[in-house]
């Protein structure tokens, strides 16, 4: 996932894509664990676009508080 795409996104879409991505995580651990895996380079995409997103959301966040502070 591209990085461009994530920062046009807002806090509630980030926090929907990363539940989204935690379960894709959850399933992909799953099936490499019983054996079943196909493409086991997915795991360590899945694994750097939930850190992508996290730093982007972390950024959002730190922002909208400073913005916020400043204001009072």
């Known amino acids: 996932m591209k990085a ?7 806090l509630d879409q980030l926090d929907d894509q990363l539940e989204k ?3 894709e995580q959850f399933n992909l651990r ?3 664990a019983s054996g079943q895996m196909e493409n086991t380079s997915r ?4 694994r750097r ?8 959301a972390r950024g959002k966040r730190v922002e909208s508080s400073a913005k916020s502070a400043s204001k009072e």
């Open 30 to 32: 799953f099936q490499a």
């Open 49 to 56: 676009d939930i850190a992508r997103l996290m730093t982007i």
């Open 21 to 23: 991505l935690k379960k």
């Open 43 to 46: 795991v360590r995409s899945v």
């Open 4 to 10: 461009e795409k994530l920062r046009d996104m807002s």
